[in-house]
Structures are given as structure tokens and as C-alpha cells.
């Protein structure tokens, strides 16, 4: 397995509210680590990562990523 460090990472932050949201959206938050508003994770720049974010994409945002080397 790869060593973590030289994995890319993207930091995902919450910006919207579960409240009033279909329970896959918010069992979707939940699995990206994040379940509070403002709330940060630095996650793991992989295609699994990327489509959850994208299926949620109204209620998180990607703050920063690392450039590609």
C-alpha cells in the first residue's frame, strides 16, 4: 500500500444542512466523515471520494486540493 503522504488529498467542507434531505444524502455526509455545518476532513483524492462529493455537491464544497505533481 502506498504511503499516505504522498497521496493527494482534498479537504471537503460542509456548507449546507442535512435537515429536510433524503437519508442517502445524509448517510453520505456521514460516510465522508463530516456531519456538522463548517465542518473540515482532509480525504484522500480518489475516484470514490470524488463521486460522493459530486453526489452532494449542494451541501459540500472542496476548500482546497494539492496540485497535481
Same mark, same amino acid.
Given at each position: 500500500?502506498?504511503?499516505?503522504?504522498?497521496?493527494?488529498?482534498?479537504?471537503?467542507?460542509?456548507?449546507?444542512?442535512?435537515? =429536510? $434531505?433524503?437519508? #442517502?444524502?445524509?448517510?453520505?455526509?456521514? !460516510?465522508?466523515?463530516?456531519?456538522?455545518? &463548517?465542518? =473540515? $476532513?482532509?480525504? #484522500?483524492?480518489?475516484?470514490?471520494?470524488? !463521486?460522493?462529493?459530486?453526489?452532494?455537491? &449542494?451541501?459540500? $464544497?472542496?476548500?482546497?486540493?494539492?496540485?497535481?505533481?
Amino acid at each position: 500500500m502506498a504511503e499516505t503522504s504522498k497521496r493527494k488529498t482534498i479537504v471537503v467542507e460542509q456548507i449546507g444542512s442535512p435537515i =429536510r $434531505r433524503p437519508a #442517502i444524502q445524509r448517510a453520505t455526509l456521514i !460516510g465522508l466523515g463530516l456531519n456538522k455545518m &463548517h465542518k =473540515r $476532513r482532509t480525504l #484522500i483524492d480518489s475516484p470514490q471520494v470524488r !463521486g460522493m462529493v459530486a453526489k452532494i455537491s &449542494h451541501l459540500v $464544497r472542496i476548500v482546497d486540493e494539492e496540485p497535481k505533481a
